[in-house]
Antibody, heavy 120, light 113 residues
Framework: EVQLVESGGGLVQPGGSLRLSCSAS????????MHWVRQAPGRGLECLSA????????DYADSVRGRFTISRDNSRETLYLQMTSLRAEDTAVYYC?????????????WGQGNLVTVSS | DIVLTQSPDSLAVSLGERATINCKSS????????????LAWYQQKPGQAPKLLFY???TRESGVPDRFSGSGSGTHFTLTISSLQAEDVAVYYC?????????FGPGTKVDIK
């Protein structure tokens, strides 16, 4: 069974940093590109960042470029999102998601979500 | 960026009746080289993560009941629930994966009348 389990969220002050982790199991992690998607309270979904299978290629939404860094450790089957210079508008549930197929960035598995609250 | 709009914003349908959700893209998401529409549909129930329903606009994900169907091409797409069940109460989102940044529609909330 495919599972994506996020951790590392919580309350952080504006300007602070946080690292989210996503532990994958039930599939060959190194074979799949991965993304982070977030959802602000009561709002829609926003694709934040993507990483290729070997980590050599990454992409970011304009809203987080230069502040967030996506990475992965295929030996640990874990995806990461390092978040810095956090703002109130970064408050959201953050989802780790798996790409459904090579070259097709629909998301067939989602983590349970991890709430990040940026507030003083 | 490709902008997706959905209509209606919300709808209430009687149990057993049809529910239709529309998704319109600001530009075509049909890739001519493979004749595939780079559009997906998701269902999000309260307090849960989104769940994939369809990809390539009309390919049903494994386990999705056949009362759900996806259709459309180019810039206009439709998600239909042929006979609404209580467990279908949710927000439904379309998503384009034709070009970055990949974007979602604003969602359509489906309730029971």
């Amino acid at each position: 069974e495919v599972q994506l389990v996020e951790s590392g969220g919580g309350l952080v002050q504006p300007g602070g940093s946080l690292r989210l982790s996503c532990s994958a199991s039930g599939f060959i992690f190194r074979n799949y590109a991965m993304h982070w998607v977030r959802q602000a309270p009561g709002r829609g979904l926003e694709c934040l960042s993507a990483i290729s299978t070997n980590g050599g290629s990454t992409d970011y939404a304009d809203s987080v470029r230069g502040r967030f860094t996506i990475s992965r450790d295929n030996s640990r089957e874990t995806l990461y999102l390092q978040m810095t210079s956090l703002r109130a508008e970064d408050t959201a549930v953050y989802y780790c998601v798996r790409v459904g197929a090579a070259g097709a960035n629909y998301f067939d598995y989602w983590g349970q979500g991890n709430l990040v609250t940026v507030s003083s | 960026d490709i902008v997706l709009t959905q209509s209606p914003d919300s709808l209430a349908v009687s149990l057993g009746e049809r529910a239709t959700i529309n998704c319109k893209s600001s530009q075509s998401v049909l890739y001519s080289s493979n004749n595939k529409n780079y559009l997906a549909w998701y269902q999000q129930k309260p307090g849960q993560a989104p769940k994939l329903l369809f990809y390539w606009a009309s390919t049903r994900e494994s386990g999705v009941p056949d009362r759900f169907s996806g259709s459309g091409s180019g810039t206009h797409f439709t998600l239909t629930i042929s006979s609404l069940q209580a467990e279908d109460v949710a927000v439904y989102y379309c998503q384009q994966y034709y070009s970055t940044p990949f974007t979602f529609g604003p969602g359509t909330k489906v309730d029971i009348k």
